[in-house]
Nanobody, 122 residues
Framework: QVQLVESGGGLVQTGGSLRLSCAAS????????MAWFRQAPGNERGFVAA????????DYADSVKGRFIISRNNAKNTVYLQMNSLKPEDAAVYYC???????????????WGRGTQVTVSS
């Protein structure tokens, strides 16, 4: 099992920045890909960004390219999502996920955190 705990959510003004963190514990060696998803009220959960623990390959949703940066600290088993130039449409609950190497392509993940709320005021 892998446990994921998100933190760093909060309220920010349009144009502002936030950094989310996801701390992983447990059998983290069984996962190669860490990712962020988000879900706003009334919407389905959607992919935001992913990173490969081993080779640092990243993937982003078109809606966040150029504004969000996913990064990792292997020593701390932590993945970050730096969110810049935030827009009201970025407001959502952000979830951390972990999965096998194929997840970078399939976007199907085995482990999920409980989420952290991001609110963007206009």
């Amino acid at each position: 099992q892998v446990q994921l705990v998100e933190s760093g959510g909060g309220l920010v003004q349009t144009g502002g920045s936030l950094r989310l963190s996801c701390a992983a514990s447990g059998r983290t060696f069984s996962t190669a890909i860490m990712a962020w998803f988000r879900q706003a009220p009334g919407n389905e959960r959607g992919f935001v960004a992913a990173i490969n623990w081993i080779n640092d390959n990243t993937d982003y949703a078109d809606s966040v390219k150029g504004r969000f940066i996913i990064s990792r600290n292997n020593a701390k088993n932590t993945v970050y999502l730096q969110m810049n130039s935030l827009k009201p449409e970025d407001a959502a609950v952000y979830y951390c996920a972990a999965g096998p190497p194929r997840a970078i392509a399939t976007r199907e993940y085995d482990y999920w955190g409980r989420g952290t709320q991001v609110t963007v005021s206009s």
